[in-house]
């Protein structure tokens, strides 16, 4: 028995999805959604809090602060708040109203950017908020999702260990991960590509993400993509990148939950997607074993993803920028 629910990381469900497009890609899912606060980001929210306060890189008196866009924020916030830690969560306008709600019902403190920086999106602002408070407040810990090194451990020893040991006869061939801050497809593929070195890796953003050399311009979902490139990733193993647009996110997104019942989040659908682009003209010889990560769940994007009229405005402004 379980004396918090947040000691419940990790070991999350896998799960075959059946498609008959692409005959021999075998498609196992990771539904990262199951863990306590109901995303990817509770495997390092956990991991980092408790190395600091373990190995004194950070005591009780010390306050917590990271930029986030939802996911990250809601597990720091449980997870402080259970060792009794202040939390300092740096969001912005572009921040899911359940999120913000999530965030804020845990104790967290919230700063809101709304000013766009130079490339539209708020994450340069954000950071640089952060850069400022460091200098005014000497007891603050920067997290720093985007080059703490603790950020792609935590991943490196639980999913990354988890995709190994549970691939159907321990066979790795394919991994597709969605990237964003970069922590999460660091620890993963290092761990992957030392167990299996002729795995591919498969990086899949979105357009209008710089994080691989697109051009910037205004994103709608949060959770894939970013306007910076982050400096975790210069550790990644990345074999190749697939881009999609928020046309071909929605669209899966409602796939997953019409023929496979997932009610997934939006870089879920992206990565769904990507996998259906990236086999649609490759003849597979003999079945393969595809593995994806599904971040974080549905219910935080009712008013967006899965909203009619906001997914037909998205889907309608990504076909006239040419997106597919």
């Known amino acids: 028995m379980l004396t918090n629910i947040l000691n419940k990381v990790g070991n999350t469900p896998l799960v075959y999805l059946k498609n008959d497009e692409i005959p021999n ?61 202040k939390f300092i969560c740096v969001i912005d306008n572009n921040t899911l109203p359940v999120n913000e709600m999530l965030i804020k019902l845990q104790g967290a403190e919230i700063i809101k950017i709304t ?13 640089r908020k952060i850069k400022e408070l460091l200098v005014e407040m000497p007891n603050l810990y920067w997290v720093n999702q985007y080059a703490n090194t603790l950020n792609a451990e935590a991943y490196y020893g639980s999913l990354g ?23 999460t497809i660091t620890g993963v593929s290092k761990r992957v590509k030392k167990e299996h070195p002729n795995a591919k890796i498969i990086a899949v953003d979105i357009y209008g993400s ?43 997104c409602k796939e997953l939950l019409e023929k496979h019942n997932l009610y997934a989040g939006g870089s879920s659908g992206s990565v769904y997607a990507a996998i259906k682009k990236y086999f649609k003209n490759r003849e597979m010889d003999a079945p393969v074993n595809v593995m994806c990560v599904f971040a974080d769940r549905g219910e935080r994007y009712i008013e967006t993803i899965y909203n009619q009229k906001w997914s037909e405005m998205i889907m309608n402004s990504s076909l006239q920028e040419n997106l597919l």
Request: charge should be negative; include cysteine.
């Open 25 to 85: 890609v075998k498609i196992f899912a990771k539904l990262e959604y199951y863990n306590p606060t109901g995303s990817v980001k509770d495997r390092a929210a956990c991991y980092i809090i408790n190395r600091a306060l373990n190995e004194g890189i950070f005591n009780q008196d010390t306050v917590v602060i990271e930029s986030s866009s939802g996911n990250f924020g809601v597990a720091l916030s449980a997870y402080t708040k259970m060792h009794n830690l």
């Open 115 to 127: 000013e766009p920086d130079e490339y539209g999106g708020y994450l340069l602002n954000r950071i």
């Open 161 to 183: 260990r988890e995709i190994c040991q549970e691939a159907p006869g321990q066979r790795v061939e394919y991994v597709f991960m969605g990237v964003s801050s970069g922590g």
């Open 210 to 252: 710089v994080i691989f050399g697109d051009t910037p311009r205004k994103r709608y979902i949060p959770g894939i993509g970013s306007s910076i490139q982050p400096e975790i990733l210069e550790q990644a193993i990345i074999d190749e990148v697939v881009l999609v647009s928020e046309y071909e996110t929605i669209l899966c």
